[in-house]
């Protein structure tokens, strides 16, 4: 019959040497090439794209967050508390209070008190019940107060008798001012301050080394070398801020300005 196939026709073919055979094996190789190699393609163009799109996104986002954190407000920082300025960076003024003085034994005095203070500083004159016996007539406290009012320094001259009250002379007691050969035995007097815990409040008084160690309470405003005239004043200091080492140094130099004259 013409389909069949012969045993002979057979081994030719299984041993190539049938040529169309050959022909259809040597076409369908490069079809299966082609395949491979369109299934490579279609990989590197969606590793390549996946990997574009995931760098591009990053990219975005990292740009985002810089603008974003070049946009962020400065947090903001509270100025510093401790800017008081030192007694060296002040401009200071000089006040001048009268007070009328009237004795026995000197009659009536005019003194004129300085106050050397910063110049945002302020000075008030705070009258003070008297009497006809009093010796100042005009009795008033100068009571000297910093721009915030956290510092009062409170001047008051003793307006009716004093006699001198002593105290032992305590590790806390600061000197401020010496003053030498004073008086006729030419002693030292000493304007000291300390801290009364019981008040807290700063006191400037005088005080006195050497034979006694005792302080007084108050200070002594001469202001007649030849007569040895004086005005026992009481100073008294009192502070609720944070700075007091500044504070101090400005009420020290107050204190050691007063001149009555």
């Keep these: 019959m013409e389909n069949q196939i012969s045993a002979s026709d057979l081994n030719t073919q299984q041993n190539g040497q049938n040529p169309d055979s050959l022909v259809v094996k040597i076409l369908e190789k490069p079809k299966a090439n082609y395949l491979v190699i369109g299934i490579i393609i279609l990989l590197c163009l969606f590793v390549f794209g996946f990997s574009g799109y995931y760098l591009g996104k990053r990219t975005t986002n990292d740009s985002l967050n810089l603008g974003r954190g070049l946009n962020r407000p400065t947090p903001y920082s509270s100025p510093t508390t401790n800017s008081l300025p030192s007694q060296e960076d002040l401009v200071w003024k000089t006040e001048s209070v009268q007070i009328k003085k009237e004795t026995a034994m000197s009659g009536s005095e005019i003194i004129n008190l300085s106050i050397l203070l910063p110049s945002n500083w302020v000075l008030k004159t705070v009258s003070r019940d008297s009497d006809s016996n009093d010796m100042i007539k005009n009795c008033a406290d100068y009571v000297i107060t910093n721009a915030d009012s956290t510092a009062k320094l409170t001047i008051s001259p003793f307006c009716s008798g004093w006699s001198a009250e002593y105290f032992d002379w305590s590790q806390s007691v600061v000197t401020i001012k010496e003053e030498n050969n004073l008086g006729g035995g030419g002693y030292t007097a000493y304007t000291v301050r ?68």
């Excluded at 007649?224 to 005005?231: A, K, R, V």
């Excluded at 026992?232 to 204190?255: A, C, F, M, Q």
């Design 194 to 261: 300390y801290l009364d815990t019981t008040t807290n409040q700063y006191k400037y008084v005088e005080g006195e080394k050497g034979t006694s160690n005792k302080i007084m309470d108050a200070i002594l405003i001469r202001y007649n070398s030849n007569t040895g005239n004086f005005l026992p004043t009481r100073v008294l200091l009192d502070y609720s801020g944070t700075n007091s080492k500044i504070i101090l140094e400005i009420t020290d130099k107050i204190v050691t300005s007063l001149k009555a004259q």
